[in-house]
């Protein structure tokens, strides 16, 4: 095979401060040249990487939350084109492709298949994958009243690749549903209620589940939480750990007020010989698929499948000519139990999987660095097959509202075939094909519940969110419960999931009104 057309990652970098006072701590800029130095670094290169960097001709950089949603807008600064700023820091000025791809978790696997797509296709030699986030010292910051400097113009745009989707129905929206707290809550319950657990029995098995996870980042350096929650300590409603979205509570959700920052670099084998670098910092991406699931979360005929995640796992090991049996590690995205436990059924392993679930501590523990988590979740796998020449780590990363899924399959040993990216056009099709629920946005009379959450804030339970269907028709539709106080605490006492009640409209929005027993 030309060795000018086989990408390899050849070195990982990653950051995470949690220490550094605000009027000291580093902008998202800085953590990100800091992670892209480490990676240079750690490729074992001539001249701790330097002559690598310059010869860099792609760089991405993951979006920022603060260039994502509205609510983490920063209010000191914008970087107009953050993969140029970075070029000009490492001093890649042949860098022309500058790529800020959308929003979404997914986006650290798939810039990296594309990196190796390029190199493959002769389109590139050498490419920069980075991102970061510095909300923990622009939160610290903006309570101590700072005026920070964190923008910086440049002369032209990143391309930014496809634009970015709305995830929320205009009917979710207008029920309170514009979180992920709300959505994953429903997923969740949907999912316990599948499997036939009571909501104590899944908030237990939730809080089991996690604590493997904070194990693994109790002993990450690199995590923010590293006090080894147990289960019990996880599941307990307390002031320090309260519901969120019930039945979630705080310690069972993404953190995401972190400075955390991560990179990896990508070359051609011709490129890695050129620059010296050692056959044992080699690592190759042998499968890569990504696609999404019927958009919209309420559109769904079924809230605890994942058909995104089982063939976009399914297409990268086939790939690389593996099955889930040859896997020797994973890490898999975390942002709410919900997540990880599909994960599960659709790769067919147990929640308690001796191999492990998580590489970094995940998103709860380790720490959830805006889109930016599995760009970590990869530099860790790196480092974890290299140790262990030969095995296969898989990373599967989530998007959304168990929206869009994207599978990676690494290891250190050098692929018999050139590289070349699953049919994912192919797999979309196949999840398009799929009957959306019949659904109806004013809906009346005689109903019950088919899914629910009760939002909490600050003092305690604030709304009832839920899913349900008409008696009649057996339509969906979206509809909050009365907000009274002993509407939404027996919510939280009974079984809710097939509750009848009435669902009528006012003032414009669908009230479910519940009947207990």
């Keep these: 095979m030309d060795k000018t057309r086989i990408p390899v990652i050849v070195g990982t970098g990653q950051v995470t401060d949690t220490t ?54 920063s209010p000191f600064g914008k970087l107009a084109n953050a993969p140029w700023s970075i070029a000009q820091r490492v001093g890649a000025a042949n860098a022309t492709d500058l790529v800020c791809p959308p929003q979404g978790g997914d986006s650290s696997v798939v810039m990296l298949a594309r990196a190796c797509e390029r190199i493959a296709q002769g389109e590139s030699q050498a490419a920069l994958v980075v991102g970061g986030e510095a909300l923990r010292t622009e939160l610290a910051a903006k309570r101590a009243g700072l005026q920070l400097q964190w923008g910086e113009d440049a002369p032209t745009t990143p391309n930014q690749l496809t634009g970015v989707k709305d995830m929320y129905t205009k009917a979710e929206e207008k029920h309170g549903m514009r979180s992920a707290i709300a959505m994953y809550a429903l997923i969740g319950q949907a999912l316990r209620h599948a499997a036939g657990q ?88 042998h499968g890569e698929a990504h696609a999404h699931n019927t958009w919209f979360v309420s559109d769904r005929e079924r809230l605890d499948q994942s058909p995104a995640m089982r063939l976009t796992s399914r297409a990268a090991l086939a790939q690389a000519g593996k099955t889930i049996a040859d896997v020797d590690v994973f890490d898999i995205y975390s942002c709410f139990p919900s997540v990880v436990q599909i994960a599960c059924k659709e790769l067919g392993i147990s929640p308690d999987d001796k191999r492990g679930l998580t590489v970094t501590g995940g998103l709860p523990y380790f720490g959830g660095p805006g889109n930016n988590y599995v760009t970590h979740a990869i530099a860790e796998m790196v480092q974890r097959v290299r140790a262990k020449p030969g095995a296969y780590g898989l990373v599967m990363a989530n998007v959304g509202l168990v929206t869009k899924a ?100 006012v003032d414009g929005r669908n009230v479910f009104t519940p009947r207990f027993g």
């Design 20 to 73: 550094s006072k605000p009027e000291e701590g580093r902008s998202p800029l800085q953590l990100m040249h800091d992670a892209v130095k480490l990676a240079a670094a750690d490729s074992g290169a001539q001249d701790q990487g330097a002559a690598l960097l310059r010869g860099l001709d792609s760089v991405t950089v993951i979006r920022l939350f603060a260039d994502t949603l509205p609510r983490f807008a």
């Design 406 to 505: 994207s599978v990676g399959l690494f290891s250190t040993e050098r692929p018999n075939k050139p590289f070349m990216r699953a049919d994912s056009d192919a797999i979309q099709r196949e999840i398009d094909a799929q009957t959306k629920v019949r659904f109806t946005e004013a809906p009346q009379g005689d109903a019950t519940i088919e899914t629910y959450a009760v939002l909490h804030g600050k003092n305690g339970p604030e709304s009832g969110v839920l899913l349900g269907r008409l008696a009649a028709t057996g339509e969906r539709f979206v509809a909050n419960t009365p907000a009274d106080a002993a509407t939404l605490a027996k919510l939280e006492q009974v079984e809710g999931i097939g509750l009848p009640g009435t669902v009528t409209q």
């Design 198 to 285: 009571t909501v104590d029995q899944y908030r237990e098995a939730s809080a089991k589940l996690f604590a493997r996870f904070a194990a693994v980042a109790r002993d990450n350096p690199l995590a923010t939480r590293r006090k080894g929650y147990s289960a019990e300590q996880i599941a307990e409603v307390n002031a320090e750990n309260p519901f969120v979205g019930f039945p979630y509570t705080k310690l069972m959700t993404a953190s995401a007020f972190v400075d955390q920052s991560a990179a990896f670099i990508v070359v051609s084998e011709a490129r890695a010989d050129e620059l010296g670098i050692p056959q044992d910092k080699r690592v190759y991406l």
